[in-house]
């Protein structure tokens, strides 16, 4: 789908939602870099890249690009087998360019052969464990990282052991109110939310935002019991100086060139990081009210791209987060300028006013979160895909369960292979239907859909019910392929017909598409 001819032509939407999109990525990509062992102001170099890198050279309109928790475990061990930071830098730069080679090879065709119930499934799946994970930061336990998608969490508890956890004595009063407010007007405003005027461009979540820092100070002055502590705020590494904020960026090791952990480290980030790019991309395609579709070769190139990048001055690899682009979607842009937007705050708020971002409270943008992950998994998209029957549900609610009860990747590999099953039973079920009067005289034989090697018992055992004296159609107007196996078996049943006193028709309109059948017109088969 083209972009519209100005980047700016949609900046009344854009600008209110790439300022939410930013307030939500800062937290996740600091927790991101955190749980990878790596510097936490990488993980915001990665999504200052992602955002104006990776948003200048992508052609999705809204997909936003960033630090992936599904990366986390990849990146933290790769870390850990390389001898330097700087070497893994440089195995980020490589793998950069190999998502440029996948781009040129048009591999992200793949993305298209992901079953719809998958997709729908991965979004459901992170609606709801947005919900669950954003639970005990609401509630001022942050026991785990934010955006982590992981069942298991590195502080021994999982997903719904640490909701437990956080009713107990880690309980705060000060995050729960915050939390509970915001999500209450995030609520309301989506329904109250003027039409008209220009109201209608503030973001909820920016409310969201100043509710959180206005109420933290307010119970600092009248209800220090409420205050919220430092350690439940954003934390963003605060320079003194501009020099002191330049050395904040590192350069990669181009000595460790010769290191075949380097290699076999920037080939796992490239397959893997195109992997969830592509998902997530395919996904926010899904979510686009305009419906769009995106070109994944293209977006293979922009990954690869913001991953040269990232790399070479000291950033975490990026991939298109669903996240951040659910976020994107539900704050209402309308282009990739909101993308573009959201790096540029990222860069100049933490040159500029980190201290200030410092006053967040976590529960205030992890209201944010939970209102988002509700819209990504609305009951009425389990009963839609109820309706659509159990072909398209089971490998649905597979796809949810397998990502909430293990990770991101795993969760969809899982749904993936359940949802092939499916097409491949699909093929099994009967292709041939066959029809005859009760006197069996006249019959009919007819192909529901293409036929191949493996319908060839079906078709047998369905030319042997014919009776002698007998005058049979088979029709195959249904079909645009007919596997070379079946037509033998059709020429054999024809060449049979004139000893047993069959008189045989054929739909004239597939004489083309089925030529090698001249036994039927060697034998004067008429057509219908």
Sequence with gaps: MSQPK?????????????????????????????ASGAPLFSGIIAGIVGGIVVGCLSKSPLSVSGPAAGLTVIVFSAIESLPTYEAFLLAVVIAGVMQLAFAFTKSGILSEFVPSSVITGMLAAIGLILILKQLPHALGYDGSYEGTFNFTQTDGMNTFSAILYSLGDSFLWGAMLIAVLSLAFLFWWDGARPKTGPLRFLPGPLVVVLIGIFGNLLFGQVAPTLNIGTSHLVQVPVAEDLSAFISFFQTPDFTAISNPTVWTVALTLAIVASLESLLSLKAVDEIDPRRRSTDKNWELLAQGGGNILSGMIGGIPVTSVIVRSSANVDAGAESKMSTILHGFWLLLSVLLIPTVLNLIPLSALAAVLIATGYKLTKPKLFIERYKQGWTQFIPFVVTVVAILFTDLLIGILIGLVVGFIFVIARNFRPAITYACDAEGTECIIRARRNLYFIHKYELQKVLAQVPDDCAVLIDLSSTNYVDLDNVGIINAFIKSADYRNISVRLRADIAEKISPLINAQESGVRFA
């Design 6 to 34: 100005s980047l700016f032509a949609n900046l009344r939407a854009d600008v209110p939602a790439s300022i939410v999109v930013a307030l939500v990525a800062l937290p996740l990509c600091l927790g991101v870099a955190l």
